[in-house]
């Protein structure tokens, strides 16, 4: 469940730094969500203000990388079981509730022919995997009167959570690898950095072809939101 050591005893034996508390980043989320929220009001003035899942994606690919790092660098490591109990803790609770009151509120309030759509959505929503699912049921996302789904919203954290498996597994296998060998050892960032590299081009490319040939279904895929992702992992 951990990657192997790449310091000493003396180094893994520091205490793990605080995460900082970034004022900037907080504020670029506050316009993010307020771009995002005038969109759904309908407010002309931003058309575009989807825009800020954008800056959602990015953010998020800078912040886990900075939190992944921090844990290498300081413990030589990155222990997976940490790392998801981590994300249990904090998504779990609000989910289970989320769940919850979807499931009461189809029942009072839906037609019985939605509830197998909606059985369906909470399912794939629990497996982190509604994005795939919307894409295949052909969802427009913007589409004027379509029955949205009540946990479409789940679709972006979906494509969030399938980076969260992804990520720190190709950490802990750079670090395995950099651990067998002294020579890479030091240069465990630049082979972690050129791997987003090699994920991010054609990211890029295939998200500049699919959102031509099919934007619904680039909007909500990880294959063309791995771009944005990783344009945040780089700086990190």
């Known amino acids: 469940m951990t ?75 990155l222990s997976l079981r940490r790392f998801y109990a981590r994300r249990a803790r904090r998504l779990l609770p609000a989910t289970a509730l989320v769940f919850a009151a979807v499931a009461v509120l189809t029942v009072l309030l839906l037609p019985v022919t939605r509830w197998k759509h909606v059985a369906e959505d909470l399912a794939a929503s629990s497996l982190y995997v509604v994005n795939w699912k919307l894409a295949d049921r052909a969802t427009d996302y913007f589409a004027d009167g379509a029955a949205a789904s009540p946990l479409q919203h789940f679709w972006s954290l979906a494509i969030e959570e399938q980076f969260y498996v992804a990520w720190p597994l190709l950490v802990v296998l750079v670090t395995f690898i950099a651990s067998r060998t002294t020579r890479w050892r030091a240069k465990i960032e630049l082979i972690l950095g050129a791997s ?33 992702l990783a344009l945040g992992q780089l700086p990190a």
């Open 196 to 228: 987003i590299a090699l994920i991010l081009v054609p990211s890029l490319v295939w998200s500049i072809y699919l959102t031509d040939t099919s934007p619904g279904d680039a909007y909500r895929v990880p294959t063309t939101r791995s771009t944005e």
């Open 3 to 77: 990657s192997p050591p790449l310091v000493d005893r003396a180094t893994s034996a520091r205490e793990k730094p605080a995460t900082p508390f970034r004022t900037d980043i907080q504020g670029l989320r506050a316009v993010a969500v307020g771009l995002v929220l005038l969109f759904h009001a309908g407010v002309d003035a931003v058309p575009g203000g989807f825009v800020g899942v954008d800056v959602f994606f990015v953010i998020s690919g800078f912040l886990i990388t900075g939190l992944i790092l921090r844990e290498v660098r300081s413990t030589g490591r």
